[in-house]
């Protein structure tokens, strides 16, 4: 499992805005091989050649306050309270900007969506495009006060009587649009100073002369495909768009011919990940039937905005519905049009993840979530994404006044700016590989996306899922295949009667097991900590996250990239493969198919096979050209082995004989910690075995597993207190074992490995 670094430089030229062009150069690798410049574990130092990566820097950020108002008459009063605050207020609410357009000197036109969030509540909320100047703080003497002034504004109303069904101000001279009548959410400027506006209630397409006033009819989608706000809607018919999720977000050709509207969430009846690019022609108000998939990370993840940096090429802002803490994704990929993967999706580049962004000048390092020498953009509707015309990133959110609280529980958040470099930074890997146990296991619920993306965000190389098997035949990743100490499955009464008693791998089991829930049905379910005493921090987020597929794991390992510039690695476990093997549930077959399907079926991609059997590995060798990884506990013996009578323990495969057998079809010995340095009688640790040695000479990589920074886990004298869910000294524990020569390590918090192997965490 010794990585290679093979370092590319590719560079890509993008158009910023009617400028000149920038070249963004980014390297891509395979992964780290190098040690640390002060530190050769068993292979001396032997640091491999010097990478790069590319790390969002905060360069600039503004606020408007909240409870900021604007003129107009009184709004919010059928809105939610929330976060302490009531409506009506006396004036214009600004809830936050859905969608901007850069006017190249310094301001921009922001938008607005319907208000409060449904045509119900939002009758009193007039739709407008404020002219706004963020006077930016960088940090330094020379920066800015860091507020969003609002200069003019533009008021969108249907003056002349374009539409053909009533509005709220129906009788009025004006004729002034509100936030019953559309939901607008994403805008584009043409060249002739016109604006067209996304919407969501149509959806529809309007399009409005530079004062505001609409030009011409709603432009719906071909097909008749409608929401249920959709004023043309008629009894019984099916509105095939969700509620609320039209065009969120809507980007144009560099020419301005085309407009290219995204639905934000998938389609009643379609796949549950597919979102929808479509194609408008502007001179003939007519869409073109061209249209495109993209594939979000996950299934409630919706596209919140689109931005055109070249011919065919889009970014895309993908996000969740979490904020705070609890967030997963608040991501802006880039997608060119004219490249497809081999299942027919848009190919998905990171361009950043606004969970992550470098704060070397300490801007507005406050108090409040993801402030401070790491800045996070946490908010739920992360909402806006432009490339400036200098070639940085502006990124914004909608605030959905006064409902969200990402940065202080009970205080509404701000309308927020910011601004991003995309920066070259030289990196020199340390050699060491390390494992995101079943994700950042010690801060989230475990074999959750919310815990692989935690464990990404602390420089994990690999994340790791235990792969197990649905009664339809999807594979999942759970620790186990019984999952009620994982799963809230036993407070659901509609699946009471099915807890049950199996024997799995010899020995008797009762619980709930996924062999017994189709996908559909394991997708009702929500993730639990399995250590709730140990870990409380985990706990509070309870209930939040569904169950992850394989195929959402690897996406997001792909999609993703480690701390020194490389693609994440997955490193999935087969769990019980004799017993899914006996209940006509093979884990093998759908592995490989997912592999290839994901295209990390060669030797070269980050991905690490493991089992505690033998036989599938065995099979798996002739299946794939990925890497092996035989794990050994320190009793006992593998399954497959058990079950067909033979006495080949794990102690046997750790012989210098057994690792040579084993070196035959595996490339890495995964073992327990206590067969490499065993722990003695007080608990304490002891002198290192020949393990490690003898596994090297046999051509094996060494990966230990599992370090845990909670004193219940930890040898005796590291430990800080009597207090068993507090932490104590794991870096010291690790350093034991990379002194005995270990290759990489298993942890449940990659962040404190990362930390003492000098990662910019």
């Not at 009894?235 to 969700?242: D, K, S, T, Y």
């Not at 992550?356 to 402030?371: F, H, Q, S, T, V």
């Not at 017993?579 to 060669?602: K, T």
């Not at 079950?643 to 102690?651: M, Q, R």
Request: with cysteine; net charge negative; glycine share 10%.
């Amino acid at each position: 499992m010794r990585r290679t670094r093979k370092s590319a430089v590719l560079a890509r030229t993008v158009a910023v805005g009617t400028a000149a062009t920038l070249m963004l150069t980014t390297a891509v690798g395979g992964a780290a091989a190098a040690t640390t410049a002060d530190r050769g574990h068993g292979h001396g130092d032997d640091r491999g050649p010097v990478g790069t990566r590319t790390v969002p820097v905060l360069e600039g950020r503004a606020t408007l306050s909240a409870d900021h108002l604007v003129d107009g008459p009184p709004s919010g009063a059928l809105a939610s309270a929330a976060n302490g605050r009531q409506g009506p207020w006396d004036g214009q609410v600004v809830p936050g900007f859905s969608a901007m357009v850069d006017n190249g000197d310094g301001t921009f036109w922001a938008q607005p969506d319907n208000g409060f969030g449904s045509k119900a509540n939002s009758a009193d909320f007039l739709l407008r495009s404020y002219l706004v100047e963020p006077d930016w703080d960088t940090g330094s003497r020379r920066g800015g006060t860091g507020e969003i002034e609002i200069l003019d504004r533009i008021d969108y109303d249907d003056a002349d009587h374009v539409l053909d069904f009533p509005i709220v101000h129906e009788d009025t001279e004006e004729r002034l649009l509100t936030g019953a009548d559309f939901d607008i959410e994403s805008v584009v400027r043409a060249k002739d100073g016109t604006f067209w506006v996304g919407e969501e209630f149509g959806p529809f397409v309007l399009h409005f002369d530079a004062t505001g006033t609409l030009l011409s009819d709603p432009i719906p989608l071909p097909d008749g495909l409608k929401s249920p706000q959709n004023p043309y809607l008629v009894p019984g018919e099916q509105a095939r768009v969700r509620a609320s999720s039209g065009f969120e977000a809507m980007s144009a050709s560099p020419d301005g011919r085309y407009l290219y509207p995204v639905i934000e969430n998938g389609l009643v009846g379609d796949d549950e990940r597919r979102r929808v690019v479509h194609e408008l022609d502007t001179r003939r108000g007519q869409y073109t039937g061209r249209t495109w998939s993209y594939q979000v990370d996950a299934p409630g993840n919706l596209v919140g905005d689109s931005f055109t940096v070249g011919r065919g090429k889009l970014w895309f802002v993908e996000r969740d519905n979490f904020d705070g803490p609890a967030a997963v994704t608040k991501r802006v990929y880039e997608v060119d049009l004219r490249r497809t993967d081999a299942e027919g999706n848009l190919r998905k580049e990171l361009v950043l993840d606004a969970l992550k962004i470098a704060n070397p000048r300490g801007i507005d390092a406050g108090e409040g979530y993801g402030l401070g020498e790491t800045y996070a953009l946490p908010v739920q509707s992360f909402e806006t994404v432009l490339r400036l015309r200098d070639g940085r990133v502006l990124l914004g959110n909608d605030n959905n006044y006064p409902g969200n609280a990402s940065r202080v529980a009970g205080t509404p958040d701000d309308t927020e700016l910011v601004v991003i470099d995309l920066e070259r930074e030289r990196v020199r890997p340390d050699g060491v590989t390390v494992v995101g146990h079943r994700g950042a296991s010690g801060d989230r619920p475990e074999h959750t996306l919310a815990a692989y993306e935690q464990a990404i965000l602390q420089c994990a190389d690999y994340i790791e899922p235990d792969v197990v098997a649905t009664k339809d035949g999807v594979l999942v990743a759970r620790h186990e295949n019984e999952i009620g100490g994982t799963t809230d499955v036993a407070t659901r009464t509609e699946f009471a009667d099915r807890r049950t008693t199996k024997s799995i791998d010899g020995r008797p089991v009762t619980g709930w097991f996924t062999e017994d829930f189709t996908l559909a049905e394991l997708r009702t379910l929500r993730a639990v900590e399995r250590l709730p005493q140990l870990r409380p921090g985990s706990a509070a987020f309870d209930g939040l996250y569904q169950v992850p597929t394989l195929d959402e794991v690897m996406d997001l390992a792909r999609r993703s990239v480690t701390c020194d510039g490389d693609q994440v690695g997955v490193y999935p476990e087969t769990k019980h493969p004799t017993y899914f093997d006996s209940i006509g549930l093979s884990l093998e077959e759908p592995l490989v198919a997912a592999l290839e399907a994901n295209d990390l079926d060669s030797r070269r991609d980050p991905v690490i096979l493991q089992s505690f059997e033998t036989g599938n590995l065995r099979d798996l060798d002739r299946m794939t050209d990925v890497r092996l990884a035989q794990l050994v506990s320190a009793s006992g013996a593998p399954y497959d082995l058990v079950a067909a009578g033979s006495p080949v323990t794990y102690a046997d495969l750790l012989t210098r004989q057994g690792l040579r057998d084993v070196a035959r079809y595996a490339d890495g010995l995964g073992a327990v910690k206590d067969v490499l340095v065993p722990r003695l009688a007080d608990g304490t640790l002891g002198e290192p075995t020949s393990v490690v040695r003898d596994a090297h000479r046999a051509g094996l990589e060494v990966h230990a597993w599992t370090f845990r920074a909670e004193n219940s886990f930890l040898p005796t004298d590291l430990r800080s207190s009597a207090d068993p869910a507090a932490h104590g000294d794991m870096a010291a524990e690790i350093e034991v074992f990379l002194d005995a020569g270990i290759d990489g390590l298993f942890t449940d918090q990659p962040g404190l490995a990362a930390e003492l192997l000098g990662r910019d965490v």
